[in-house]
């Protein structure tokens, strides 16, 4: 046997026989030892051909041609059985790539290297055969074209998911003009148009209407509806004597007012809104302050908050230009949905965030399931994937959610700040009249105290003369630091008047602590929870103001001959001085002074150190009273002055200022590109897009005007939230009229109330939905009038007895031909029995 290269390359073995061995024999074992490392510049046309009819065709066939060529399906708009298709791959791309062979989306998807890609689905390949066809395409994937199986590659496509005139003309796509209200026969039922249009379709279907409820029913069904709770005995009985024609407006009226109305409806919304407390994932981490947007939602129902409004608040809240902490605690919603701290694919759960706030969004508000078209066009409606990433742009510069208080964002507005100046005004105000009442007594005083000593009136607050030794007792920053008296166990109930006696104290060094503490000079070891101190300084005269230098950790109270002067919370990492003058002015004596501090340490560092610093230069006049007053004063005059001190010191002390409230709400992190991804996959990254209203509903281009960019925030979600909100969008206030008729009669008018699209139910009574839509927008979007209309009505107020003539026609109560009965939602048990 003789080895050697032929002249199409292959290495071939040369068999020494009397007989010429078969052609097919030659190339067969030719492939079988046809090296893996030789290039496709080695090989001719012919020799490729031959390696892919040999080692290719039989691998692919029998694991790859039933779903993507030799079928009718074609399985991801991805032909393998022509090389045409090979080329241009399918709804994730091309499958080879004929630069980088390697890096080529079929070998990654054979070798199972992307998870969410993994080719054949059921089992990966042999490692032999995986081999093979990689070296198929590092040939370029050479293709026999006898092989070849054409078809139509053109998608299956529903026509209902085209964009055309006919699709564009269903219902639900149609603008809510009010129709013609039916003229009927029977005028003396139909209470209000609802009822025109029921008995209308009833007449269609030869069925009569079901007779009224008895009150007892009635009011029932009206408490639950309106506040999920159960009107008591009392109610029920004042309610059937009540004969006067607008006794059940008046019971409605009445619920409509109390405070548990939005609460009830609230929670309807709050499901919509998919409201947790919570994050979800294993940790299910709090969801800190999102009770705001709870309690905002149950005071809008109950003000009656417009519904555009509603919505404009929730989406774009912080975008409008008369925002306020109400509006701003709205866009919560952006935060309501589960949120993984911790994702294996950051840009994956990056996009899962967005695409959970869009779905929410087209659900609720519009009754579109825009998110079906995420990885490709929606199968059942008009929405192409563009549709889905135009939309998805609008929400884009959201910034991500976030541990702890990074959503938190301020809500203060400028009414409580109006407020605040208001009271800052009055306080000075008060203090001014106080001043004219006290001004002339304490002139009364320097005069008198001038004449015996002139450079009296020369002491004010503003001298800077420093004193040689202006402390009256060191600090341990100062030198060794004092001896202080301390203990570790509770000490007597009056450990820190001047007269108690401590001779059984410890006594060492201030500062006490242990070794470390940021700031601090230890001398004396502390390692309990509690220390209390105690040290006596000395007076020669009273200073005209009195600081306290002290550093602490954690909780300290601080007491002067008996009076608690100073407490602190929290810990301070450095000393820090504090004025006691006024606070110590009563007790403060010449001679022998005590000052006690009790310091409670629980975790972290430990230390305790203080001492006083006086100032003689400045003498203030609540001091001259104390001393001289009564002779110059006298005694009645003189607690004149002493009261008007008090009040002038309580009024000055009063401090104003806006509590800066905070609520998780929405915030922005720049401008982000969005683009279409294939088969929503973050990393095949297709066409770039940006803001954009679906197509099928012909809304106008979505521009965001200059003035919306505020810089802080792009404007786009205030230009989504007013299309949404205005009357010319054809879904939105269909969609919610409804939710509420949904709600009163146990199923909507068109029973899927998510989902107006073709897969979803059809309206039993198109336009009676159309004619409430129009009536929500012309009477200014308040829903309260909704209910009330609603409810007022025959329709509502019959009974749900059944009839064996309209169980025969109608089963269902498509008709609604009587009162659908209902269960009570486990809340309203939970809250009927707490309610006994």
């Known amino acids: 046997m003789q080895d050697g290269i032929d002249s199409v390359g292959y290495h071939k073995c040369v068999l020494q026989t009397k007989e010429p061995m ?156 009010r129709p013609t209200v039916p003229k009927v026969g029977n005028a003396d039922w139909s209470r209000n148009p609802i009822d025109t249009f029921i008995y209308a379709k009833l007449k269609v279907g030869k069925l009569s209407p079901n007779a009224p409820a008895d009150k007892r029913q009635l009011i029932r069904r009206a408490y639950y509806g309106l506040i999920g709770l159960p009107p008591s005995p009392e109610e029920v009985d004042a309610f059937i004597n009540d004969k006067s024609p607008n006794a059940f407006e008046k019971v409605v009226d009445g619920l409509l007012a109390r405070p548990q109305y939005g609460e009830k409806w609230g929670r309807h919304w709050l499901d919509l809104m998919r409201f947790a407390e919570t994050n979800g994932y294993e940790r299910d ?48 919603f952006y935060r309501l949905g589960i949120w993984d701290d911790e994702p294996a694919d950051r840009p994956l759960a990056r996009y899962n965030y967005l ?33 889905y990433y135009s939309l998805l742009s609008f929400f884009s510069d959201i910034s991500p959610h976030g541990k702890g208080k990074t959503n938190h964002v301020p809500i203060t507005g400028a009414k409580a700040k109006a407020e605040m100046e208001k009271k800052r005004a009055e306080q000075q105000k008060q203090i001014q009249q106080v001043r004219t009442k006290i001004d002339p007594i304490e002139e009364q005083l320097l005069d008198e105290l001038a004449k015996k000593n002139p450079a009296l009136r020369d002491k004010a607050p503003k001298d800077t003369k420093k004193l040689s030794n202006p402390y009256a007792l060191p600090d341990a920053s100062r030198g060794k630091g004092q001896i202080w ?177 905070f609520a998780m709400a929405v915030g922005e992190r720049g401008r ?61 206030a269909k969609v919610m009229v409804n939710r509420l008729w949904q709600h009163h009669f146990g199923r909507g008018i068109v029973r899927s109330s998510n989902n107006f699209g073709y897969i979803g139910e059809e309206p039993t009574h198109p336009e009676l939905l159309t004619w409430l839509a129009a009536e929500l927008m012309e009477g200014g979007w308040t829903l309260k009038r909704m209910h009330k209309l609603i409810m007022m009505s025959r329709t509502y107020q019959m009974s749900s007895t059944g009839n064996a003539a309209g169980l025969k026609v109608d089963p269902n109560n498509d008709l609604f031909w009587r009162f659908n009965m209902r269960r009570l939602a486990a809340e309203e048990i939970r809250d009927s029995i707490l309610n006994l």
């Open 22 to 177: 078969n052609r097919w024999k030659q190339i067969l074992m030719g492939a079988l030892a046809l090296p893996v490392a030789l290039s496709a510049q080695e090989l001719s046309d012919a020799a490729k051909v031959e390696f892919f009819d040999q080692k290719v065709y039989g691998i692919l066939k029998e694991n790859c041609f039933k779903c993507h060529g030799a079928e009718k399906k074609l399985k991801g708009q991805f032909r393998l059985t022509s090389r045409a298709g090979l080329l241009k791959g399918g709804e994730i791309g091309p499958a080879i790539n004929l630069k980088e062979p390697e890096k080529s989306l079929l070998i990654d998807m054979l070798s199972y290297r992307d998870g969410d890609h993994e080719m054949p689905p059921k089992a990966k390949l042999p490692q032999e055969k995986i081999d093979i066809l990689t070296q198929w395409v590092k040939l370029g994937a050479p293709f026999n074209p006898k092989h070849e199986i054409a078809g139509n590659d053109a998608p299956h496509v529903l026509p209902n998911t085209q964009i055309n005139e006919r699709t564009r003309a269903y219902w639900a796509y149609q603008p809510a003009k």
């Open 285 to 332: 981490s709090k969801k800190d302050l999102i009770w705001r947007y709870r309690d905002y939602v149950i005071a809008a129902f109950n003000e009656d908050k417009p519904y555009d409004r509603f919505i404009m608040e929730q989406l774009a809240g912080d975008e409008l230009t008369d925002k306020d902490g109400a509006s701003i605690t709205a866009t919560g």
């Open 355 to 387: 695409d959970d706030i869009l779905r929410t969004t087209t659900e609720t508000f519009l009754g579109m399931t825009v998110g079906c078209a995420r990885c490709h066009d929606h199968k059942i409606d008009p929405i192409p994937q563009k549709d």
């Open 485 to 661: 008296e301390y203990t570790f166990a509770k000490p007597g109930d009056n450990w820190f008047e001047i007269a108690f006696d401590d001779k059984a104290w410890k006594k060492d060094r201030a500062g006490f602590g242990r070794k470390g503490t940021p700031g601090s000079h230890v001398r004396t070891e502390w390692h309990t929870s509690d220390i209390w101190l105690r040290k006596d300084f000395r007076l020669v005269e009273i200073p005209g103001k009195l600081v306290l230098r002290i550093h602490h950790d954690e909780d300290a109270q601080v007491y002067l001959n008996g009076k608690l002067i100073k407490t602190f919370n929290g810990s301070i990492g450095k000393y820090i001085d504090v004025d006691v003058t006024e606070a110590s002015l009563d007790v403060l004596q010449t001679g022998r002074n005590t000052i006690a501090i009790h310091c409670r340490q629980t975790v972290g560092g430990q230390y305790i150190d203080a001492g006083l610093l006086v100032d003689y230069n400045i003498t203030p006049i609540p001091l001259l009273a104390r001393l001289h007053g009564k002779a110059i004063l006298g005694d009645a005059k003189l607690a004149e002055y002493n009261q008007l001190h008090q009040q002038l010191t309580t009024l000055e002390q009063q401090k104003f200022a806006v509590k800066e409230e």
């Open 672 to 732: 982000q590109k969005t683009w279409v991804l294939r088969r929503g996959n973050p990393v095949l990254q297709g066409e770039e897009v940006g803001p954009a209203f679906p197509q099928i509903l012909g809304a106008p281009e979505a521009t965001v005007p200059k003035e919306y960019d505020t810089g802080k925030t792009s404007g786009k979600r205030r230009v989504l939230a007013e299309w949404i909100a205005s009357p010319k969008n054809p879904m939105t």
